[in-house]
Nanobody, 131 residues
């Protein structure tokens, strides 16, 4: 199993940028699809981005496409989320997640969008975007 620890959250003005990081312990990091999710107060958790085992494929929620970039470094057991042009409505707790269940990334199945497909979660990092 992977233990996940997020960092990099904070307070930023609208239009600003933040880079979130997620450090994973364990020896099998490269065998997990990694994802980022977020949950705003009073709202359900939502998918933000995901990346394949080798980092060669990525997918994003429509609302962040073109502004956010997910990346991973398997040698360092880390995954990052670069967030640009942040909006106040993106204030939320951001969670890193790892999936050992998913066997396919890409195509029509879209399993990586579902939080239930991820079996390891970090504690979350708060991102606050002021207007």
């Amino acid at each position: 199993q992977e233990q996940l620890v997020e960092s990099g959250g904070g307070l930023v003005q609208a239009g600003g940028s933040l880079r979130l990081s997620c450090a994973a312990s364990g020896r099998t990091f490269s065998s997990y699809i990694m994802g980022w999710f977020r949950q705003a107060p009073g709202k359900e958790r939502e998918f933000v981005a995901a990346i394949s085992w080798d980092g060669g494929s990525t997918d994003y929620a429509a609302s962040v496409k073109g502004r956010f970039t997910i990346s991973r470094d398997n040698a360092k057991n880390t995954v990052h989320l670069q967030m640009n042009s942040l909006k106040p409505e993106e204030t939320a707790v951001y969670y890193c997640a790892a999936s050992s269940k998913l066997k396919v990334f890409g195509g029509p199945s879209g399993g990586w969008y579902a939080g239930t497909e991820y079996d390891q979660w970090g504690q979350g990092t708060q991102v606050t975007v002021s207007s």
